[in-house]
């Protein structure tokens, strides 16, 4: 790979080193914890509880109201790098705000971290559509993993070191456990703002159109390029039936992650072998991602995304009889082999089927696909072991996710795939395909 188009490329990686400082660090680690030990003290532990699911649930229906309008929107010009430079900034002060609210502040906290989760979440929407600014199409499998394995590199590290700042606070000058965690959100702030510089540096966008309208006509227009998406979608059944797939086992794998240390809590283990395990997954994820990339240009999209989902549907056998933490650290290992090779390829997969000039628009489907199916698997899970009174069958449904939406993979056709790489113009493809949505 030539130099500058190299360097565009690792500049694009980086904003996942970036930003996954924030989903591993605050969102799946201390910020659940803290918030009901030390804002929300007073609260009952299930309205605390209540309280973190309320943001979460808050933040991601506002993403997923906003994303395709938002997508539709930057499509219109050359505004990807600047939608992104906003909600950047959005997730980077409300995650650093965090360190200056005081204990007891819980209305504050919960509302800091939904800015977060909206800058977080908004944001991955137009670093995903600059994936085909910086790089072709037959190379974009590989690009995407490494996207997705920094993610799990920058995430890991700044995670041990805000373990290691939990643990031992005296080696790192501070004086108690809480000054540690509260330092630790403010280096994912600092790290979040300064891992994403070059990206804006390096990163040319593609301009697809120049905006000559005003605000008013241009968002209008920007409401038609999504209803015109909407009506695509009853053309284009092939790609609807990959979304639909997609929308199921992903649920899958994002439960997995999110439900683990409950799950873990639930049948008796302690919070430092859960910690350990969040990081086997992150290390673990960083080649192993990396290779699926590898092996997708060998072997095809639904072959390893079969191979991927097929390991989950073993997962959530293996997790419903684990008993020991032993057993806990396999899980986590095997979690980290297929979970970033699934995501990655998926966005690849779809970056391939979306037509050119609607990119940011498209993956504002994407996005909307991927925070709709968060919903299902928490709820499923929760709701079968409470109907049993065994978490261990909370686990085991969510095979209603993993198997049909493998089904519903093999349903879509190989024959488009090889029309999209064949066929001499996007525009033709229009008609033979249908937008994505994560």
Known sequence: MHYLKRKKVISWALYDWANSAFATTV??????????????????????????????????????????ILGAYSD???????????????????????????????????????????????GNIFYDSLIVSISKQDQRNKVSSL???????????????????YLKPTWFGLSSEIDAILWSFLSVAFWWAIFSLPLFINVEEKSNKEITLGLFKTSTQAFKEVLSTLREIKKHKRVALFLLAYWLYIDGVDTIIRMATAYGSDIGLDTASMITALLLTQFVG????????????????????????????LISFYAAYMSTAIEFYILAITVGLVQGGIQAISRSFFSNLIPKNKEAQFFGFYNLVGKSAVFLGPVLVSWVALMFGNPRYGILSLLFLFVPGLVLLWMVPDKELCLLYTSPSPRDLSTARMPSSA
């Open 286 to 313: 960083f080649p192993a991602t990396l290779v699926f990339g590898i092996y997708a240009d060998k072997i095809g999209f639904k072959k390893i995304l079969t191979i991927g989902i097929s390991i989950y549907i």
């Open 147 to 165: 996207g997705f394995s920094m993610g799990y590199l920058g995430g890991g590290l700044l995670f041990v070191i805000n373990v290691l700042m």
């Open 76 to 122: 219109l010009g050359k505004l990807k790098k600047k939608f992104l430079a906003f909600f950047a900034l959005l997730g980077v002060l409300s995650t650093g705000y965090l360190y200056f609210i005081p204990q007891g502040d819980w209305v504050i906290a919960a509302s800091l971290y939904a800015l977060a989760v909206v800058g977080f979440s908004g």
């Open 27 to 68: 969102m799946a680690g201390f910020f659940p914890l803290f918030f009901k030990s030390f804002w929300a003290a007073d609260l009952s532990p299930i309205e605390s509880t209540a309280v973190v699911g309320t943001t979460n649930s808050l933040a991601g229906l506002f993403i997923v109201l906003l994303a395709p």
